[in-house]
């Protein structure tokens, strides 16, 4: 009776044990500030250097080029405002579907001086090469383009994405936060030059994230203070959140495949399930090139956060796809990007599923969302 | 939650859902803001409400508030459910959240719209009155 099934992974996740096992010193213990020079302050910088080395060697990349952050919001903002306070003025390109952190980021460059391009995706949420290559201008400063959208989980093409900007010569940002830890992932292969990851999708704190800078990347520190992070974040680090989040980068090195594999064919039966047993559903993002775990959902005709609603009282915890706030409904821009009618988007739910989830919670979910959609359904005086 | 043991239980089991035949009165309104939109149907019986059902399109709160205020006007004078207030269905609701006040609007709109509409059928089929 008491069920509880989260599939909101892709909003955050339970942070793992092992993590929390490796987290736990820092707070008391080895609670030292890493930039002092006595015992208590180098028992931190291990922690942190530790850290930092194990995301380095996850990236495949060197340790100089890893910076921690408080989250995927600022090091999507710490990416796109450094490349462009470095430069002072030029072209900036993004996509219709990023994350906001990414999207109001270049918005605001865009009436601070800075030209900005808004590419258009396709109806599965994707970006063409094609549109970024045609883009590109003498005067383009960046690139930023998400590996894979939160909401309905479409993978954008950035390794094609990613030769045209290196023939170019323009510096590319890949907000990595939902693929970090759950795909593999190899920046050289894809000419990417800054990445934007975060501890809490993957299992490990809230409140530390990171971004990856190439080395010889343009960049100017956005905000200013000590030494710390090689000059380029000034501000204590959040050291047990940085230890934190390299256990759950080593937790996943060892995991991902496994639990990915496992977790992508419980979406599948939770979408297989749902289109053989509720009318009038659709899934959105891509067929193939999508998130392991990610199935995002339009109820036609019904309203998402009756849905939302509906589920937590069964105990199931999916996110709304429009959101209601202060009294007006806003559908979602990524689905209105992707064209999806407003008779579908209005009813759209998110599910993202995790390494908790089992096929039991999905056979609940199925059970519980085919008598919620009739009987919500029936209520409603929208018919087709 | 967010929202009252009143409107959750509402919500769980709505009361009077559904069309009616040959209803007295029917009213709609919309909420153009959430899409949201409320159909009423009323039975009227001496110029009292003998039966009211909806139909409704919108976000839990909307749904809960149809049910509760479809329920607090069953046995209400015609007169009465005319003027009925967005308070009142609010208070049957158990209270709203300020971002959710427009559940109890657009129920009471739908309402009152039925209730008129009802007066002038019965003025329509009744031109001297009783």
């Known amino acids: 009776m008491n069920r509880r099934v989260y599939l909101d992974h892709n909003a955050s996740t339970p942070v793992h044990p092992e993590v929390l096992e490796a987290m736990l010193p820092y707070f008391t213990e080895r609670f030292g500030n890493p930039s002092s020079i006595h015992g208590f302050g180098r028992e931190a910088r291990e922690g942190l250097d530790t850290a930092r080395e194990r995301v380095a060697s996850f990236l495949r990349v060197g340790k100089e080029e890893v910076v921690f952050t408080s989250g995927g919001t600022e090091s999507d903002n710490m990416a796109i405002k450094g490349v462009a306070a470095a430069r002072g003025r030029g072209h900036l390109i993004t996509s219709a579907v990023e994350h906001h ?3 109001r980021t270049c918005e605001t460059l865009g009436k601070q001086g800075f030209d900005l391009t808004v590419l258009p995706v396709d109806g599965y949420g994707m970006v063409s090469p094609d549109d970024v290559r045609r883009a590109i201008r003498p005067d383009t400063i960046l690139v930023t383009i998400m590996h894979a959208n939160s909401e309905v989980g479409t993978i954008q093409p950035v390794g094609e994405i990613g030769r045209i900007t290196r023939e170019r010569g323009v510096a590319f940002h890949v907000d990595g936060v939902q693929t970090f830890g759950k795909l593999p992932l190899d920046l050289e292969a ?25 080395k010889g990347t343009k960049m100017a520190s956005v905000q200013h203070g000590g030494e710390h992070e090689r000059r380029r974040r000034a501000g204590t680090e959040n050291v047990p959140g940085a230890v934190g989040l390299g ?14 594999t496992r977790v992508r064919v419980l979406r599948d039966r939770l979408w297989t399930g749902l289109s053989a047993r509720v009318p009038e559903v659709r899934l959105n993002g891509h067929p193939t090139e999508r998130l392991p775990g990610t199935c995002n959902l339009c109820f036609r005709h019904i309203e998402s956060e009756s849905i939302v609603l509906g589920l937590d009282l069964k105990g199931i915890g999916v996110s709304a796809g429009s959101a209601c ?10 689905l209105v990007a ?47 | 939650m967010r929202y009252s043991e009143t409107l959750i239980e509402h919500f769980r089991h ?11 009165g029917v009213g709609e309104s919309e909420y153009a803001e959430c899409m949201d939109l409320a159909r009423v149907f009323l039975r009227v019986r001496e110029g009292r409400i003998e039966d009211a059902r909806f139909q409704t399109y919108g976000c839990g709160p909307t749904i809960a508030a149809s049910s509760a205020a479809t329920e607090l006007i069953r046995g209400a004078a015609l007169a009465d459910v005319l003027e009925l207030a967005d308070a009142q269905v609010t208070a049957a609701v158990g209270g709203l959240p300020p971002d959710r006040a427009h559940a109890a609007q657009v129920v009471t709109a739908a309402i009152r719209a039925a209730a008129r509409d009802a007066v002038a059928r019965y003025e329509t089929t009744s031109p001297e009155g009783e």
Do not use: Q
Request: one cysteine or more.
């Open chain 1, 338 to 384: 992707m064209g999806v009618p407003l008779d579908w988007a209005m009813g759209t739910v998110r599910c993202s599923l995790g390494r908790s989830t089992t096929a039991e919670d999905i056979d609940y979910v199925l059970d519980s969302v085919e008598p919620l959609a009739g009987k919500l359904r029936s209520l409603s005086p929208v018919k087709a």
């Open chain 1, 101 to 103: 952190a990414v999207l």
């Open chain 1, 247 to 260: 256990k759950a980068v080593e937790v996943r090195a060892r995991d991902m495949v496994e639990e990915e």
């Open chain 2, 14 to 24: 709505p009361r009077n859902a559904g069309m009616m035949r040959d209803p007295d």
């Open chain 1, 190 to 214: 894809l000419n990417i030059d800054l990445l934007s990851f975060s501890g809490h999708k993957i299992y490990g704190p809230k409140g530390v994230a990171g971004l990856y800078i190439r």
């Open chain 1, 325 to 334: 706030t202060a009294g007006s409904v806003e559908p979602s821009h990524v």
